[in-house]
């Protein structure tokens, strides 16, 4: 993708602070970071989201994930980890090419993730679960 920052940060045409990479991903600080050490897991291959992400890169992502968030946590001593990933502009997502974001957690670090959460019936819960279960595959 001619103008996609993650594309261009992969091929070399955009500097980065590489901490990691094989042959699916590249893990690099994130150059607009909400703590220090927050880090962007990236598939090498353009995918706008998870939906278009292939099952078996999937399988491979999550291994990953988990080597960088060790290695935060071992460097930075953090207190906690944000696993985030969004898909759509209305979900935050504000570069499209598919990537997690690994933000390490520190007291009094002023970031907030939280939600107000709607008060559901069990009838509504029970109604999703059905709908929703009908498209697993």
């Given at each position: 993708?001619?103008?996609?920052?993650?594309?261009?940060?992969?091929?070399?045409?955009?500097?980065?602070?590489?901490?990691?990479?094989?042959?699916?991903?590249?893990?690099?600080?994130?150059?607009?970071?909400?703590?220090?050490?927050?880090?962007?897991?990236?598939?090498?291959?353009?995918?706008?989201?998870?939906?278009?992400?292939?099952?078996?890169?999937?399988?491979?992502?999550?291994?990953?994930?988990?080597?960088?968030?060790?290695?935060?946590?071992?460097?930075?001593?953090?207190?906690?980890?944000?696993?985030?990933?969004?898909?759509?502009?209305?979900?935050?997502?504000?570069?499209?090419?598919?990537?997690?974001?690994?933000?390490?957690?520190?007291?009094?670090?002023?970031?907030?993730?939280?939600?107000?959460?709607?008060?559901?019936?069990?009838?509504?819960?029970?109604?999703?679960?059905?709908?929703?279960?009908?498209f697993i595959k």
């Open positions: 993708m001619n103008n996609c920052i993650f594309c261009k940060v992969n091929s070399g045409e955009i500097k980065s602070y590489k901490l990691y990479e094989d042959k699916n991903f590249i893990v690099i600080l994130d150059r607009f970071p909400s703590s220090v050490g927050h880090a962007l897991v990236i598939p090498k291959e353009h995918y706008k989201n998870i939906f278009e992400l292939p099952d078996e890169l999937c399988k491979e992502l999550f291994v990953v994930v988990k080597k960088i968030a060790v290695a935060l946590k071992d460097t930075f001593d953090l207190e906690g980890l944000n696993i985030l990933q969004n898909n759509g502009e209305i979900a935050g997502q504000s570069v499209n090419h598919f990537h997690i974001h690994l933000i390490p957690r520190y007291k009094n670090d002023k970031l907030n993730l939280s939600w107000d959460a709607i008060n559901d019936s069990e009838d509504k819960f029970e109604e999703a679960t059905e709908k929703i279960k009908k």
